[in-house]
């Protein structure tokens, strides 16, 4: 990709699903399902034309549901939006997905597949792995298992403390842990915890019943636990469970004992016998939290021009979601957590969805939901559907590399130089600290699948022992263990996406090694970067790094090597 601009997308014609199709009626949508059952493909053209029409149906089926979640999401409190969504989740997608199930049939026993060109051979792989796991019987376990994930999303945005008289949202209200007064900080971490815990017993339940509706549609399938059927979902060609245990150990070995270092270094620092979970946050140095923007509008714009700056292309993206309103920034009550970007297959624009309260942790959640945006306008013009539905290890290399790059030109945010290099000073830690919580994490999900008939207790003295192991010893809980025991349950992958984590891990050594790439080449680096990230998934997760400049690996000695980049750049700031 070369062009320094890039124009606001028509929505895609349809020329085989009509406009005015009821996506909330089946008998509205069946026939077009129907159709494609049954349609003869005895020829090339017949399959290529096929595979055409099968990609526009998805196109605006994803998208309407695309819509019904994002509306959801943006008003937890709204029972029409939810009514909305569930009804699409528990009446009309599982009717899709027994059409699904037939449609991959058709096209595996195709006489004429072979002559796909090779951009369609990861997909008609993934084919196979729809087929090898599709059950019936799975259709309504799905179902519940969907509208149960949308349960913590309702109960995490419900959600709010008081803090000077004030109601906010947990996100609003973490910015006290940044305050210079450890009292204060103190009694915000407090609060925060107390609102967490009054909602342990409840989630702790419905994650018993996510677990068991997950081991069932595992077994259901013919697989031992919920993980290895999880990796055949989620088309690991690439890689094996067991390379997930070796990933944890090497971030144990090698990552770990670094973050205990930044710790002591912090300890130190704040003279402090030992460190609290409330010290974890603040400047060491007690200096005030960095406010880099008051509004969702303010940190739009400057990162539209943080963007153009690194190149035309990216900032001309985040400025036709902005006019288009294709962005929900602000953290407000009713909110479901989190962050997200919502590719929009028809419309050709993804939405951005955060909770920004003015803190640096929301400039980098807001430019890596803008690589993610970036990556879903550079596949928009891909002539099929399945080259745009991206894989983790491919998506999170496109945003967690743009959290690095854009480092470089954070002065939009932060003009005073001494507020600039804390930033970057603070983004760096968060690498060193976030990769052993990825491991962490991953960890956990692990042994939870693996031992599906575990109680609560079993549970919670697994998560405090595997905690222990990923995470620096220098942070003292002793008086805080009812927090540290429920402190899984904040992460909401968990519960709505399981075995969605390990990629931030892989992509962020991913993201490390383009950075490095981009502070020697720049020119180079981006051109590869926007190369790699064209090819939506028309090649395999290595090819794709391979594209970019770097490799898919996290070994031992990979994992080294880039740790004392990263550490030598925070000694550099």
Same mark, same amino acid.
């Given at each position: ?104 049939? /058709?096209?595996?026993?195709? !006489? #004429?597949? $072979?002559? =796909?060109? %090779? ?132 971030? /144990?070995?090698?990552?770990? !004992? #670094?973050? $205990?270092? =930044?710790? %002591? ?309």
């Amino acid at each position: 990709m070369s062009s320094d601009t890039v124009t606001t997308p028509e929505k895609i014609r349809r020329h085989f699903f009509k406009e005015g199709v009821d996506f909330d009626r089946w008998e509205s949508l069946e026939p077009y399902f129907v159709r494609l059952a049954g349609r003869p493909l005895e020829t090339p053209q017949d399959l290529l034309q096929w595979l055409k029409d099968v990609s526009e149906v998805e196109s605006a089926v994803q998208e309407h549901a695309g819509w019904l979640y994002i509306r959801m999401t943006c008003d937890t409190t709204d029972k029409e939006r939810s009514d909305a969504y569930k009804h699409f989740i528990e009446v009309i997608n599982p009717e899709i997905e027994l059409y699904q199930d037939r449609l991959n049939r /058709k096209l595996a026993d195709c !006489p #004429v597949r $072979n002559t =796909l060109d %090779e951009r369609y051979s990861i997909y008609l792989k993934q084919i196979e792995n729809s087929i090898r796991i599709f059950r019936e019987e799975n259709i309504p376990l799905n179902a519940r298992e969907s509208v149960k994930q949308q349960k913590y999303g309702e109960v995490a945005g419900a959600m709010v403390v008081e803090v000077e008289g004030k109601a906010l949202t947990l996100q609003q209200a973490s910015n006290y842990l940044r305050k210079p007064d450890r009292n204060i900080r103190e009694e915000v971490f407090h609060k925060i915890t107390s609102r967490r815990l009054q909602d342990r017993l409840f989630l702790d339940e419905l994650f018993n019943e996510l677990i068991q509706l997950r081991h069932q549609i595992a077994v259901n399938a013919g697989f031992k636990n919920y993980r290895d059927y999880k990796f055949v979902q989620l088309d690991r060609f690439d890689y094996s469970p067991d390379d997930c245990l070796r990933f944890h150990e090497s971030v /144990k070995n090698h990552v770990v !004992p #670094v973050l $205990n270092d =930044l710790f %002591e270094e912090r300890r130190s620092e704040m003279h402090l016998v030992s460190l609290k979970p409330w010290d974890l946050d603040v400047d060491p140095q007690g200096r005030q939290d960095l406010r880099p923007f008051a509004t969702g509008e303010e940190l739009m714009k400057k990162t539209i021009d943080a963007f153009a700056e690194i190149h035309p292309y990216f900032g001309e993206v985040t400025r036709i979601l902005r006019d288009l309103n294709y962005v929900d920034l602000d953290s407000r009550k009713g909110k479901a957590p989190g962050g997200y970007n919502y590719p929009l297959y028809e419309s050709g624009v993804p939405f951005i969805f955060m909770n920004a309260s003015g803190s640096l942790r929301d400039v980098i959640t807001m430019v890596h939901e803008g690589g993610h945006a970036i990556h879903s306008m550079l596949t928009r013009d891909l002539d099929f559907v399945g080259f745009k539905e991206l894989p983790s290890e491919i998506a999170e290399l496109a945003s967690m590399s743009m959290e690095l790059i854009s480092m470089e030109h954070w002065h939009h945010f932060f003009p005073d130089r001494e507020n600039l290099r804390r930033a970057k000073k603070e983004q760096l830690e968060n690498v060193l600290e976030g990769l052993p919580w990825i491991a962490c994490i991953d960890h956990f999900q692990h042994w939870l699948y693996t031992h599906p008939g575990h109680t609560i207790e079993q549970r919670t003295d697994f998560w405090k022992k595997n905690y222990a192991q990923f995470n620096s010893s220098l942070v003292d809980w002793s008086n805080d263990n009812d927090a540290l025991e429920a402190m899984w349950q904040k992460q909401l992958h968990l519960f709505e996406v399981p075995f969605y984590y390990i990629e931030y891990g892989m992509a962020q050594l991913g993201a490390i090694a383009v950075w490095k790439n981009y502070k020697e080449q720049p020119e180079k680096a981006i051109r590869q970067y926007m190369e790699a990230l064209s090819l939506g998934y028309t090649r395999s997760i290595s090819e794709v790094y391979k594209a970019a400049g770097i490799r898919f690996d996290f070994s031992e000695n990979y994992i080294r090597e880039l740790i004392g980049f990263v550490r030598s750049e925070l000694e550099k700031v």
